[in-house]
């Protein structure tokens, strides 16, 4: 059993990393970084980060859907 301690406050944070979806969360926050406050010139970025949390939603519904209480 994992101690309190190892525990992040924040579970979904930690997650973060493991998302199908990072590459392309990185790649959203490094035109930022790049372009700094002129944000319409990350919205491809943007669009295709929101398409794939969208997806990655979609598909642990679908796995949530699936799943039998008593497996």
Partial sequence: M?????????PSASKLSDSLCYSQYSASLK???EYG???SKCQEHF??????????REARLEHNRNRSFFS
């Fill in 47 to 56: 669009d295709i980060y929101k398409e794939c949390k969208k997806k990655e």
């Fill in 37 to 39: 406050s002129d944000k």
């Fill in 31 to 33: 035109c930022l970084e």
């Fill in 2 to 10: 994992a101690s309190k301690a190892s525990t992040p406050p924040y």
